[in-house]
């Protein structure tokens, strides 16, 4: 199974910083991608999907650049509860990054 | 319920013994998949149903680990010859379709002694 690369951090960012995390991977006929968070001891959960044209949910923005082959999350006016891993997921054939732990400081 | 379902949450077994980890996945997925993860790693694809294809094996560590899944629904993980380095949590997610959003169990704590 091809790789999917993540800075594992930790990202430590003070309430109300915004933070980005990117994630590479080597499957160029990957066809989606996704966001997951991981709280500890927890399974992973759904974020958000990540589509061609970059999408928003709330305080949260994920792009994916095709040409190099790289996926982002990029987190505004960050809570204490974003404190969590964070995971990027390609497909084909569908593989985890090894996640990204961000820590929000009070 | 509504979520996917995986028994027993947690397991104490010796080395050397067999176990068997089940998964029920939201009725109506077709995908099925396998994962384990250890302590601070991330997640380690083993299996892959997608309805009646064959299934990927091709993350499986060793002949040790076999899974199925019968009916097109719950799926057994069995290791056989349990080892230390098999303890991790096991978790189990499905999808509507192959390659969609994921729903995950809440896993299986695999303990080997």
């Known amino acids: 199974r091809k790789e999917v690369e993540q800075d594992p951090g930790p990202f430590n960012v003070p309430e109300g910083a915004t933070v980005a995390f990117n994630c590479t991977y080597s499957n160029s006929a990957s066809q989606s991608f996704f966001w997951y968070r991981q709280d500890c001891r927890k399974e992973p959960k759904l974020l958000m999907s990540v589509y061609s044209s970059g999408n928003e949910d709330g305080r949260f923005t994920a792009q994916l650049n095709r040409a190099s082959q790289y996926i982002s999350l990029l987190i505004r006016d960050s809570k204490l509860s974003d404190s969590a891993t964070y995971l990027c997921v390609v497909n084909p054939p569908l593989n985890f990054g090894k996640g990204t732990s961000l820590l929000v400081t009070p | 319920g509504a979520g996917v379902s995986q028994s027993p949450s947690n397991k104490v077994t010796e080395k050397g013994k067999d176990v068997e980890l089940r998964c029920d996945p939201i009725?109506?997925?077709?995908?099925l998949y396998w994962y384990r993860q250890s302590l601070g790693q991330g997640l380690e694809f083993l299996i892959y149903?997608?309805?009646?294809?064959?299934?990927?094996k091709s993350g499986l560590p060793s002949d040790r680990f076999s899974a199925e899944r019968t009916g097109g629904s719950v799926s057994t993980l069995t290791i056989q010859r349990t080892q230390q380095e098999d303890s991790a949590v096991y978790l189990c997610?499905?999808?509507?379709?192959?390659?969609?959003?994921?729903?995950f169990g809440s896993g299986t704590q695999l303990s080997v002694l």
């Open positions: 997610a499905s999808s509507f379709r192959g390659g969609e959003k994921l729903f």
């Open positions: 009725s109506g997925h077709t995908a």
């Open positions: 149903f997608q309805g009646n294809s064959a299934p990927d």
